[in-house]
């Protein structure tokens, strides 16, 4: 089993609609989560980070289930400019400050 | 505030030469790493450092060194260049609990 695991899609919704995407974690001891979005040939850019009570900035809704060991990221009312991949992060705990990336959920928000 | 600035931002190489990719970042970040992406393998660690002077392997470092003598700069030196170093180069930097910034990427091809 990947230690990141996400739905590659594409996901393909109109202008305006509510997307959500999920992602699941294999190391229960993982501390901290986090979305990034990348557009296509760019870096990557931290979208959020996701705390363990759900979060919310603006358009976009990130929560965490530790149980179940995934996070969440709701997008509505979906803009042209959504269009991008959405990469899961999680945190390794302790000491090791390690980065596992998720290879990312493709959004193509259409008009 | 530049944030992590990467050069070059396209490099050429000839199988066997050697090449320094600079990375240097303005905020005072504890934490800097160099990742390298490639299509369907997502953000693969190669080298990170956790302060001046201490550095540490990633998941690839092979054919890879860097070095950390002041907390602002990064470089990645690639030993002699093999064409599996084809791909783009991500640096990035953070202080330890927040998500990363990264620059914009070296796009390398090895001939």
């Known amino acids: 089993r990947k230690e990141v695991e996400q739905d590659p899609g594409p996901f393909n919704v109109p202008e305006g609609a509510t997307v959500a995407f999920n992602c699941t974690y294999s190391?229960?001891?993982?501390?901290?989560f986090f979305w990034y979005r990348q557009d296509c040939r760019k870096e990557p850019k931290l979208l959020m980070s996701v705390y363990s009570s759900g979060n919310e900035d603006g358009r976009f809704t990130a929560q965490l289930n530790r149980a179940s060991q995934y996070i969440s990221l709701l997008i509505r009312d979906s803009k042209l400019s959504d269009s991008a991949t959405y990469l899961c992060?999680?945190?390794?705990?302790?000491?090791?400050?390690?980065?596992?990336w998720g290879l990312g959920t493709s959004l193509a928000v259409n008009p | 505030n530049a944030g992590v600035t990467q050069t070059p931002k396209f490099q050429v190489l000839k199988t066997g030469q050697s090449m320094t990719l600079q990375c240097a970042q303005d905020?005072?970040?504890?934490?800097m790493s160099w990742y390298r992406q490639d299509p369907g393998m997502g953000l693969r660690l190669i080298h990170y450092s956790v302060g001046a002077g201490i550095t540490d392997q990633g998941e690839v470092p092979n054919g890879y060194n860097v070095s950390r003598s002041t907390t602002e700069d990064f470089p990645l030196r690639l030993l002699s260049a093999a064409p599996s170093q084809t791909s783009v180069y991500f640096c990035?930097?953070?202080?330890?609990?927040?998500?990363?910034?990264f620059g914009s990427g070296t796009r390398l091809t090895v001939v």
């Open positions: 992060v999680v945190r390794e705990g302790g000491n090791n400050r390690k980065l596992i």
């Open positions: 990035a930097s953070g202080k330890t609990s927040y998500g990363y910034t």
């Open positions: 190391n229960s001891a993982s501390q901290s």
């Open positions: 905020m005072n970040h504890e934490y």
